[in-house]
């Protein structure tokens, strides 16, 4: 007869037990980073440290995003633009540091926008690593992300890619960005991808992910653009939103700061 403690070793509450204790193990092995307040803020990364009241502008965004996500069992999401220069890589990662004040969300950012790669100039990451290797599978989790809090962690590249959409659109990427998803198990994916019309890279990994949104840039994105976007994206995944960057006017912060 097997021992009962054999038998309470391999109950479904143990196992679930073992599976989330491996899970935090990974999460602490990565490397961390502690986050240069100064130099993103010189970046307009307003939400790492708070103390610009532009940053409640982002939480919203995030509030309304993580509802969504949560009411429709959603974890990816992809951000891109018409055309360069609307600022989604900037809003990518004030999404991604106003997601990490969420104490019971963990978040992953990764940097996709493989032909021009910003995220580590805006992080301050000299050492990044090369996001082609690891989407061949050629490194590994701990190899490509850093953890910049307690439950965000970034996938930064400085390396530019010369086949960027066969390389997105591959079956190795696929299960690359899978195993990625077991072993880390995030609340959230978001995905920083290229600027829409540049290109096809978006078109190929749209299908990949649960939604996206669209950032525009005022007094330079134009209507046909927006339009254009608007309907390939719906045509691969579900549409989030569009979101209207570089604009002059604000809401008057109410109340205080937090």
Request: charged fraction near 25%.
């Amino acid at each position: 007869m097997a021992k009962e403690q054999d038998s309470f070793a391999s109950s479904p509450e143990a196992l679930l037990t073992s599976a989330r204790s491996r899970r935090n193990e990974l999460w602490t092995r990565l490397r961390t980073r502690q986050p240069d307040h100064q130099l993103l803020a010189r970046n307009r990364i307003v939400t790492s440290h708070r103390s610009d009241p532009a940053h409640a502008t982002f939480d919203v965004m995030r509030t309304r995003i993580l509802q969504v996500l949560r009411q429709n069992k959603w974890t990816s999401l992809a951000i891109t633009s018409p055309s360069p220069g609307c600022g989604k890589t900037v809003t990518a990662l004030n999404l991604a540091f106003s997601l990490a004040h969420q104490k019971d969300c963990r978040t992953v950012m990764l940097d996709l926008d493989l032909r021009r790669p910003q995220t580590s100039k805006l992080l301050g990451v000299q050492d990044a690593p090369c996001m082609e290797n690891f989407l061949n599978g050629r490194s590994n989790v701990e190899d490509v992300f850093l953890r910049f809090s307690e439950n965000l962690a970034i996938g930064a590249n400085r390396f530019p890619v010369g086949f960027a959409a066969e390389l997105l659109q591959s079956a190795g990427t696929a299960k690359v960005l899978e195993d990625m998803k077991q072993k880390l198990e995030p609340d959230v994916v978001l995905f920083d991808l290229p600027p829409l019309l540049c290109g096809d890279d978006v078109l190929a990994f749209l299908p990949s992910v649960d939604c996206a949104i669209l950032v525009v840039a005022a007094g330079s994105s134009k209507l046909s653009e927006i339009d254009a976007c608007e309907e390939d994206i719906s045509s691969k995944t579900n549409m989030l939103g569009v979101v209207l960057n570089k604009c002059w006017y604000a809401p008057e912060i109410y109340g205080y700061q937090p």
